[in-house]
């Protein structure tokens, strides 16, 4: 990936706080050495009448691909390149807002895998797996009960 300057690094920041995702895939792989792989990924979700967006993205980026998926008229662009990924969410984090805390739980893993993986290390990656999926989590329907007065 080649230097984007800061107003591309600023687009392609919000673009990701609202339409993207960061997602720490931690999978079971038995031709992995101790049983698991993890991989990070990022990637940008928008309608197929907008793939051209994501097109632009692409030719900025210059890593991954565009996909269509006609049953749900969506595009998504995913970049799964660990170095890319890597260089892509350290230039992005000082403009990120909304996915700050699940780009630095990505920097994490990714920092961990420069590391022979060990059980330690695929502890620590699985955590970050976990927190990065809580941060994704809104809460069901809260219940709230009626209030009662006394007349």
């Known amino acids: 990936m080649h230097k984007l300057g800061s107003e591309k690094l600023a687009y392609i920041a919000g673009f990701l706080d609202g339409d993207g995702c960061i997602a720490i895939n931690y999978e079971k792989r038995e031709t992995c050495k101790l049983g698991y792989r993890v991989r990070v990924r990022v990637s940008f979700?928008?309608?197929?009448?907008?793939?051209?967006?994501?097109?632009?993205?692409?030719?900025?980026?210059?890593?991954?691909?565009?996909?269509?998926?006609?049953?749900?008229?969506?595009?998504?662009y995913v970049i799964r390149d660990q170095q890319v990924v890597n260089s892509l969410l350290n230039e992005l984090l000082p403009f990120?807002?909304?996915?700050?805390?699940?780009?630095?739980?990505?920097?994490?893993?990714?920092?961990?895998?420069?590391e022979k993986y060990s059980v330690k290390s695929l502890n620590e990656m699985r955590q970050c797996a976990i927190s990065l999926r809580s941060l994704n989590h809104y809460p069901k329907r809260?219940?709230?009960?009626?209030?009662t007065t006394e007349a």
């Open 45 to 76: 979700t928008q309608i197929s009448t907008r793939r051209k967006v994501l097109d632009k993205l692409f030719s900025w980026i210059k890593s991954g691909t565009v996909d269509e998926y006609e049953h749900n008229h969506m595009a998504e």
């Open 96 to 114: 990120l807002i909304v996915k700050k805390e699940h780009a630095k739980l990505a920097l994490k893993v990714l920092e961990l895998k420069q």
């Open 142 to 147: 809260i219940h709230l009960d009626p209030v």
